[in-house]
């Protein structure tokens, strides 16, 4: 089983919690797959679980064009903890979280992390206002059209409806996953906090 999540974090959900906002579906069909093997906290709207190192599956490869026409290639962040976010514009939770994770990538991207969207559904122009508008630094990989970053991520870990954020450790496999919006820093900044004090 994976851990439970730290008292810091219990204590985060619970002001999650109270404010109840919904990931983008009015269903969650996978929501009985997501807790297998893992110790979940949640709630209707935000599910959070850590999964052990030695019950992580395999290390996720992944690429794709960003919002700016450059090439992403998760070979070039092995070796960092790499905090991965899918989303899309029209998504209202993945609008109220942007700030925060723009926050978060502030203050750990000089500590070997890495930030990286993947948008689902929009277009770079459409992608790139959002960024410009939310405060957005760190680059989205364009999705909509080939589907294959989110079919990496789905053959490893259930991914639901927008948003859904996961952390991934220096091997590049899934040690944190959060479903729905990160409503604030401190949940998501102690997931990598996590990810990087475990040896490499």
Same mark, same amino acid.
């Given at each position: 089983?994976?851990?439970?999540?730290?008292?810091?974090?219990?204590?985060?959900?619970?002001?999650?919690?109270?404010?109840?906002?919904?990931?983008?579906?009015?269903?969650?069909? $996978?929501?009985?797959?997501?807790?297998?093997?893992?110790?979940?906290?949640?709630?209707?709207?935000?599910?959070?679980?850590?999964?052990?190192?030695?019950?992580?599956?395999?290390?996720?490869?992944?690429?794709?064009?960003?919002? =700016?026409?450059?090439?992403?290639? @998760?070979?070039?962040?092995?070796?960092?903890?790499?905090?991965?976010?899918?989303?899309?514009? @029209?998504?209202?939770?993945?609008?109220?979280?942007? /700030?925060?994770?723009? /926050?978060?990538?502030?203050?750990?991207? $000089? #500590?070997?992390?890495?930030?990286?969207?993947?948008?689902?559904?929009?277009?770079?122009?459409?992608?790139?206002?959002?960024?410009?508008?939310?405060?957005?630094?760190?680059?989205?990989?364009?999705?909509? #059209? @080939?589907?294959?970053?989110?079919?990496?991520?789905? /053959?490893?870990?259930?991914?639901?409806?927008?948003?859904?954020?996961?952390?991934? =450790?220096?091997?590049?496999?899934?040690?944190?996953?959060?479903?729905?919006?990160? #409503?604030?820093?401190?949940?998501?900044?102690?997931?990598?906090?996590?990810?990087?004090?475990?040896?490499?």
């Amino acid at each position: 089983m994976s851990r439970p999540v730290r008292p810091l974090i219990a204590a985060a959900l619970a002001a999650v919690f109270a404010i109840g906002l919904s990931a983008c579906t009015a269903n969650d069909p $996978a929501a009985d797959e997501f807790g297998k093997g893992d110790t979940v906290y949640s709630s209707n709207d935000v599910r959070v679980a850590e999964i052990k190192p030695t019950e992580r599956g395999a290390a996720i490869e992944f690429a794709g064009t960003t919002e =700016d026409g450059k090439k992403f290639d @998760s070979a070039d962040t092995r070796g960092d903890v790499t905090v991965v976010n899918f989303w899309y514009s @029209s998504c209202g939770p993945c609008r109220l979280e942007a /700030k925060d994770l723009e /926050k978060v990538w502030q203050k750990h991207q $000089a #500590d070997g992390v890495e930030f990286v969207g993947i948008n689902i559904y929009d277009q770079a122009d459409t992608a790139k206002a959002f960024a410009d508008k939310y405060g957005i630094t760190y680059p989205s990989i364009m999705d909509a #059209d @080939s589907g294959q970053a989110k079919l990496a991520f789905a /053959k490893v870990t259930p991914i639901q409806a927008p948003p859904v954020t996961l952390v991934l =450790d220096r091997q590049g496999r899934v040690a944190a996953r959060i479903i729905g919006p990160i #409503d604030g820093p401190s949940v998501l900044s102690t997931l990598i906090q996590d990810a990087l004090s475990e040896k490499a």
